[in-house]
């Protein structure tokens, strides 16, 4: 059986020679938590060495990094870059050149377009855009089933030799218990995670937030946290009885972290992923009823959030991932009730979580970039490393200049951001993506331009 | 105060004691039988409904034209908005026209507030969605005020469909804000979680209702069944229908309309002397001649476009 791990990038970028001075590598897998030069030679880290040791060979540019921060690479499992069909939205491009911004050397995109990723065709077609047009390693989910419609099964064999990551309906749950069944079970000949959306829609209802005290005052719909967690506690039931390998997006509640500690507690092959908005803001905010914050799932309480953080710290929830949503602008500007969901997250989590948890001392930088950079190993990426004879995949970080989101626009398409107009610190400055230099800010451009 | 009227949230004590003592001098204008004054003569006001509505949108207008305001009317049906025209194109539209207010109703939470910034004009919400009504609660708390003098201590009772109800939501507040006590009262499945977290009690039994000082009855529509929210009207009806008989002598009775007879109100109870229905109708031109007048009689005239 094939087990492909393939990522796309374009190509026509050269393999990036550079040198950074004096960069202090926080690499969460290895020892390193320290200054060091580090040099990268046609796309690979060619040396690590004591800060101002090393020269320059004549073809590197070089960075003075000034003690900012180098980390492997974060990366997404979880991003919507809607092509094909709502390039008006983000594409491919775009929504890479987004990542990059945010310090994302791999995204893997779902499938949720249109049309829908359900059939080899397709994704020939995106790896060939992607290889024109894709600023960093872009890895494919296919749907589970057939235009997402939650009743046949995608050609999920041919989809994974044809080298789709996994599989997820994202953006619908798979409604049936007997079609996922089903998948779980194909699962056994074709392999690739299967990634779930959970939502029970008879619960969520016409809900447009959380139910809770702020849905009461707003007289607005609410998704009650159960619609997640009672979906969260039945399929991890049909994992556990079919042996199945099953992940949980974007978990929003307390419900469902308990739901997936007590899969993993009984051995159950689950994982389970939360996002930057969902450990950082609350349904306070749906107060203002600004369609920025309105996203699937919802914001939910301060409890709930309390519990995600737990939950990623003590690693019951594995990763990070930002389901970066990006909607048009007309689309966005309407009453809230019918705005529709999400938000885009790319270029906005790592700020938003080093702001709003490592600062205030909630979580350490160490656990954040290691789940930032959890999120492709449960799909078979390799995990980014800065270390000696590794490809060059490190973004440079400056944690200690505040900016304000999206104080000079975004590289996505759309500026649905739920930070838009914070003050954030962990601005970043650098991205060296599959071994090409992905991302550059003017400091670093002004910088480069002074030395060559 | 605001520019804008887009919540009861808006609006402290003082404020809405201030727009009630309007509201007098105006419902005195209101029984001349030259039933007009200069105020907003000159200025330009547009009702902008998205929904159907009766009493709303005719006491607007009725407000605006004993104003001396001009008056320009849009409903959805037959209009642009019926091609399709995003509301914030509608308004840009309309704000060409340099109205001094537009007054919307919207089936949607929060349109009243993306309406204030994007225009120049005030903006008053009359009804976003399920979230607030904010000049019906001020001219029940004007009913009344006027019959009982002040509603401060005064136990009043909400009974019926709380969950869609944008009134029970700004009524909740205006009636606190006044110094009042308030229960909400209805079905369970009728009862929004966590709605005690506005400041009121809530109970799915009308036992206690005979502490109440005010009964206000909420409109059931019948559309709730098929969505499984109660069994049948019939059920309703014999568990929450407020007759003459569940009221105790002095108690008041009020209803936001349009009522729904022998559903959520018998026939006899709407016909008592208890019932202040009609005087809401009635308060509701003069409260709205407040609104307007406090939010646009202070500001310089807008100047025309040259």
Redesign the interface.
């Known amino acids: 059986m094939a087990t492909p791990t393939i990522v796309i990038q374009r190509e026509d970028a050269p393999l990036a020679t550079l040198l950074i001075r004096a960069a202090h590598v926080l690499d969460p897998r290895g020892d390193l938590d320290e200054p060091r030069d580090i040099l990268i030679r046609k796309g690979r880290i060619a040396e690590l060495a004591a800060p101002g040791t090393l020269a320059a060979p004549d073809d590197a540019a070089v960075i003075e990094a000034d003690g900012r921060h180098a980390f492997p690479a974060f990366v997404d499992p979880h991003v919507h870059l809607r092509t094909p069909g709502q390039e008006y939205k983000e594409d491919l491009g775009s929504g890479t050149a987004a990542a990059a911004a945010g310090g994302f050397g791999t995204v893997i995109a779902m499938p949720n377009t249109d049309p829908v990723l359900d059939d080899e065709s397709v994704l020939r077609s995106l790896f060939e855009a992607a290889s024109r047009e894709a600023n960093v390693p872009t890895g494919f989910l296919a749907a589970i089933t057939a235009g997402l419609r939650g009743e046949g099964l995608t050609e999920m064999a041919a989809l994974r030799d044809a080298g789709a990551l996994g599989f997820t309906d994202d953006g619908r749950p798979v409604v049936s218990a007997g079609v996922l069944r089903k998948a779980l079970q194909y699962q056994r000949l074709s392999g690739g995670v299967i990634a779930l959306h959970e939502e029970d829609p008879a619960l969520s209802g016409l809900g447009v937030m959380h139910?809770?005290?702020v849905?009461?005052?707003?007289?607005?719909a609410?998704i009650?946290s159960l619609s997640e967690s009672t979906m969260v506690a039945r399929d991890a039931a049909l994992a556990r009885y079919e042996d199945a390998r099953v992940h949980f997006q974007h978990l929003s509640c307390v419900e469902s972290v308990e739901a997936l500690a007590a899969a993993k507690a009984a051995g159950i092959r689950v994982t389970g992923e939360v996002t930057p908005h969902h450990l950082t803001l609350t349904e306070d905010l749906v107060h203002t009823?600004d369609s920025r914050f309105k996203m699937n799932p919802p914001l939910r309480s301060e409890a709930d959030r309390r519990a995600l953080i737990e939950a990623l710290r003590s690693g019951v929830i594995d990763c990070v991932a930002t389901d970066h949503a990006p909607h048009a602008r007309?689309e966005k500007?309407?009453?809230?009730?019918?705005a529709p969901m999400g938000t885009t997250g790319l270029e906005t989590a790592f700020p938003a979580l080093f702001t709003e948890l490592v600062m205030p001392g909630v979580l350490d930088l160490r656990t954040v970039v290691e789940r930032l950079t959890a999120g492709g190993a449960l799909y078979g990426l390799p995990v980014p490393r800065i270390a000696p004879d590794e490809a060059a995949c490190l973004t440079l970080v400056d944690l200690d200049t505040a900016f304000e989101v999206g104080e000079h626009g975004y590289h996505s398409r759309s500026a649905n951001c739920c930070f838009h107009g914070r003050a954030l610190y962990g601005r970043v400055e650098l991205t060296v993506a599959g071994g090409r230099l992905a991302f550059q800010s003017d400091v670093v451009s002004k910088q480069v331009l002074g030395i060559r | 105060m605001n520019r804008h009227l887009v919540s009861i949230e808006d609006l402290g004590r003082a404020d809405i004691e201030r727009i009630l003592d309007r509201a007098e001098s105006f419902a005195e204008v209101s029984g001349r039988e030259i039933k007009k004054v200069p105020a907003l003569r000159g200025r330009t006001i547009v009702n902008l409904f998205y929904e159907a509505s009766t009493r709303t949108s005719s006491s607007f207008e009725l407000a605006a034209k004993r104003l001396s305001a001009d008056v320009v009317s849009i409903r959805s049906a037959g209009s642009s908005v019926d091609k399709g025209e995003s509301l914030r194109d509608t308004v840009q539209t309309l704000s060409a026209y340099d109205p001094a207010a537009i007054v919307i109703r919207s089936p949607h939470a929060g349109a009243a507030r993306l309406v204030a910034g994007w225009t120049e004009a005030s903006v008053i919400n009359a009804g976003d969605g399920k979230h607030e009504h904010p000049t019906q609660a001020l001219l029940d708390v004007f009913t009344l005020r006027r019959r009982l003098g002040s509603i401060d201590g005064t136990n009043i009772w909400i009974v019926g469909d709380v969950l869609h109800s944008r009134v029970a939501r700004s009524d909740i507040q205006a009636f606190r804000r006044m110094g009042a006590t308030v229960t909400v009262c209805g079905p369970p499945t009728l009862l929004p979680r966590q709605i005690e977290t506005l400041g009121c009690a809530a109970t799915p039994s009308l036992d206690g209702l005979e502490a109440a000082d005010v009964v206000y009855v909420l409109r059931m529509q019948r559309e709730r069944m098929q969505d499984a929210y109660v069994p049948s009207l019939r059920e309703y009806a014999e568990r929450y229908q407020i007759g003459a008989s569940r009221l105790r002598p002095g108690q008041l009775l009020m209803h936001p309309g349009p009522v729904n007879r022998g559903v959520e109100l018998s026939a006899d109870a709407i016909d008592s002397p208890q019932a202040l229905i009609g005087e809401q109708v009635k308060s509701g031109v003069a409260v709205r001649m407040a609104v307007l007048y406090e939010l646009l009689a202070g500001s310089p005239v807008l100047q025309a476009v040259a």
Do not use: D, K, Y
């Open positions: 139910e809770g005290a849905s009461a005052r707003l007289g607005l609410g009650p009823l007309h500007e309407v009453p809230f009730e019918q």
